[in-house]
């Protein structure tokens, strides 16, 4: 099992640019997570998604878009990038239901300048 | 609104001693908690998972205990290793009750450093 995937490792966008965050994992896990992490803090939750087809908000929503078409796949929209959103995104995953750990992937840094 | 709190923000000390962070969270209605360790550059690697019934989990020179009903946790490391150097997080899966997401809650991170 390669686990939680996500490309790409690192990206440089200009202000107002789009990009998709894409996340894989091949455990056969029903929920999906994205994060964002900022120097010196812990993460925070952006949207998560409890099975294909299915997506919901988390914490700091705004700026990102996000769709859950497969078990598989859970990409990260953003759209118009601000400064805002240099940080470092973490995909995770997690077996059935809430008793269960989450997987994380090694991360993308974003920097928007 | 569920928050979590690790103390202390950073810590040193000789290879060998035995140490203790902590962690504290506000809301006891939780599913579980989690401790990470965090590499510099690097991701998240999953080090004990605790459920709400659970009060201890090891897992090699890692003890982690967990007080509901107080809402703290503690991460024990036993006769520590230079390799042991990492940020250390902590994270609560809170229950929904009331509305709110889903996913985890963490803190800010134990910046931990071996001497050797």
């Known amino acids: 099992n390669a686990g939680v995937t996500q490309t790409p490792k690192f990206r440089i966008l200009k202000i107002g640019q789009s990009m998709t965050l894409q996340c894989t994992q091949d455990m056969n896990h029903n929920y999906m997570y994205w994060y964002r992490q900022d120097p010196g803090m812990g993460l925070k939750l952006i949207y998560y998604?409890?099975?294909?087809?299915?997506?919901d908000k988390g914490e700091v929503p705004n700026g990102y878009n996000v769709s859950r078409s497969t078990t598989e796949d859970f990409p990260l929209r953003l759209e118009l990038a601000a400064p805002s959103q240099t940080s470092v995104y973490f995909c995770a995953s997690s077996y059935f239901d809430r008793t269960y750990e989450q997987y994380f992937g090694p991360g993308t840094r974003l920097t928007v300048t | 609104k569920q928050e979590v709190t690790q103390i202390p923000a950073a810590l040193s000390v000789p290879e060998g001693e035995n140490l203790v962070l902590n962690c504290s969270f506000t809301d006891s209605a939780i599913y579980n908690l989690q401790w990470f360790r965090q590499d510099p550059g690097k991701g998240l690697t999953s080090l004990l998972l605790i459920q709400s019934s659970q009060r201890e989990q090891t897992s090699g020179r890692l003890n982690a205990s967990l007080d509901k009903s107080s809402g703290r946790s503690t991460l024990y490391i036993a006769a520590s290793q230079p390799g042991d150097s990492a940020t250390y997080l902590c994270?609560?899966?809170?229950?929904?009750?009331?509305?709110?997401?889903?996913?985890?809650?963490f803190g800010k991170g134990t910046h931990l450093i071996i001497q050797p």
């Open positions: 994270a609560v899966r809170a229950h929904r009750s009331g509305g709110g997401a889903d996913g985890l809650t």
């Open positions: 998604s409890v099975g294909a087809g299915i997506t």
